[in-house]
């Protein structure tokens, strides 16, 4: 007797996450290369610069986007040990880019074929490319926040005019207290090793997983939408919020994503979603400005969940009907690699494609209303409708 449907789907999505998941050579080749940078940054603009990871690449949840022509995205800090009050936002973002250009031209010089390929100004960060290792470097110039105790820091950013704020290091330490499982296998590594602490990127936790397969969905769902693709520290933070301690993956992909709507605030007509370790940080910023972000992601959590229930509720429980009935929305060839990794058998793997044929027809004839098909109605913690 085939397993249940949602032993099935998670099988699927541990997979996938792990085919998606950076590679442990690349991911030590990135560190060595930021490493690079740190040390040129310290040589040539002083002891008070330095450079760390934060988002994704810091958290263990990082993922290429599942199309062709794009990259691992990896966000660095470089921070300089100054005052708001000795710099200006301008001047930082300048000094940054003058130092990372420095180092882009000492690399070509050097000629050993390891400095990125362009350093490109960004809005808030200086991006290094490596097209042919596959990944980017985004350096976020960055202070310490005066107004507040570190490891805060304050960001620029050329469309605003006023210093922006953040915590990576305190985020990283937030979003691993919010798995007790990730906690203990971080603390279980580290006691193997000898050591007091391993980098979070070494464990891969049910949470980390949810967040990987969200991003994942989120990715393909706005393939042709990039510019009002919602941001993976967005989704993280209330999948994070969410997560209720499930140890099963499609459980608590599940329940994320109905509970997701909960942990989004409405301060008197502003959107709100709070960076925990930085009340000051607003994950949700761009949803109150003229724009349809914000019913794009109710959109997509919406379709998310729908798909994930429909699937559930599947009376076709073998492998290639599971495939067939989630292949539209997370992508069929690379949950056929998935099901060959874990061990899962797929009888008839060409069946797969009538199936998804058959799924975009139904869901093209099942009422789907509004500009942005069928949204669920969500409650704020304002009790307004998000």
């Not at 989704?235 to 109905?258: C, H, K, M, P, S």
Request: net charge negative; hydrophobic share 35%.
């Amino acid at each position: 007797m085939p397993p249940p449907v949602e032993e099935t789907i998670s099988t699927l999505f541990t997979g996938a996450a792990d085919i998606l998941d950076i590679p442990p050579d690349l991911y030590s080749v990135a560190v060595e290369r930021y490493e690079d940078v740190g040390n040129f940054l310290v040589l040539n603009g002083g002891p008070e610069w330095t450079v760390y990871p934060q988002g994704s690449f810091r958290i263990g949840t990082v993922i290429k986007p599942p199309t062709s022509n794009t990259e691992y995205d990896i966000d660095l800090v470089c921070h300089k040990d100054s005052s708001k009050d000795d710099m200006t936002k301008e001047e930082l973002k300048t000094e940054v880019g003058e130092l990372l250009q420095a180092y882009d031209a000492f690399k070509i010089l050097e000629g050993n074929g390891d400095g990125p390929a362009l350093c490109v100004e960004g809005r808030r960060a200086w991006t290094l490319t490596y097209p042919d290792l596959g990944f980017h470097l985004d350096v976020l110039p960055a202070i310490p926040d005066g107004e507040r105790p570190p490891p805060r820091i304050r960001l620029t950013d050329t469309q605003n005019h006023l210093w922006q704020y953040s915590n990576p290091k305190g985020y990283s330490v937030w979003f691993q207290g919010r798995s007790e499982e990730l906690r203990r296998t971080l603390e279980f590594k580290a006691r193997a090793a000898g050591v007091d602490i391993v980098p979070m990127w070494t464990a891969r936790s049910t949470l980390q997983r949810v967040v990987q397969v969200l991003k994942w969905h989120c990715y393909l769902y706005f393939a042709k939408d990039i510019g009002d693709r919602p941001p993976s520290v967005l989704i993280t933070t209330l999948a994070a919020w969410a997560y209720q301690g499930e140890r099963d993956l499609f459980t608590a992909a599940f329940n994320a994503v109905n509970g997701m709507p909960e942990h989004i605030q409405n301060r008197h007509g502003t959107w709100w979603v709070p960076n925990p370790a930085h009340e000051r940080e607003n994950f949700a910023d761009k949803w109150n400005e003229p724009n349809e972000r914000r019913e794009k992601f109710h959109a997509w959590l919406g379709s998310l969940r729908n798909t994930l229930l429909e699937a559930a509720q599947s009376s076709r429980r073998d492998t290639a009907s599971v495939i067939g009935s989630l292949g539209v929305a997370f992508g069929e060839d690379l949950l056929l690699k998935s099901a060959t990794r874990m061990g899962l058998e797929v009888k008839n793997p060409m069946a797969t494609g009538a199936r998804r044929v058959a799924a975009v027809t139904a869901a093209a004839s099942s009422g789907a209303t509004g500009k942005f098909g069928a949204v669920p109605v969500v409650r704020t913690r304002s009790g307004r409708a998000g």
